[in-house]
């Protein structure tokens, strides 16, 4: 069973940082795109940021750009994100994604984990 597992969200003030890890397991993504989405309350999942399989390709929403960084560990079957400058418009679920089939469809979801950031 393939499974992406979120972790390292938590509660944080505006202006702090979290980084946050996704491990996969039931399978090797290696050689598959990775990324990350989030859905803040009330509104639609919108994309954060992806990173192909050897990192040569690497995009980010305006939103984040500057401020978050997507990096991964073939090794250990593993993306991180690390977010800095933290405002409260990044509150959300933070959904880890493996294996891009188009910009928002994905074959593997992961649970998500809840960032919240207080004013």
């Known amino acids: 069973q393939v499974q992406l597992v979120e972790s390292g969200g938590g509660l944080v003030q505006a202006g702090g940082s979290l980084g946050l890890s996704c491990a996969a397991s039931?399978?090797?993504?290696?050689?598959?795109?990775m990324g990350w989405f989030r859905q803040a309350p009330g509104k639609e999942r919108e994309f954060v940021a992806l990173?192909?399989?050897?990192?040569?390709?690497?995009n980010y929403a305006d939103s984040v750009k500057g401020r978050f960084t997507i990096s991964r560990d073939n090794a250990k079957n593993s993306v991180y994100l690390q977010m800095n400058s933290l405002t409260p418009e990044d509150t959300g679920v933070y959904y880890c994604?493996?294996?891009?089939?188009?910009?928002?469809?994905?074959?593997?979801w992961g649970q998500g984990t809840q960032v919240t950031v207080s004013s």
């Open positions: 994604v493996a294996e891009q089939r188009t910009w928002y469809t994905w074959d593997y």
């Open positions: 990173i192909s399989w050897r990192g040569g390709r690497i």
């Open positions: 039931g399978r090797t993504f290696s050689r598959s795109t």
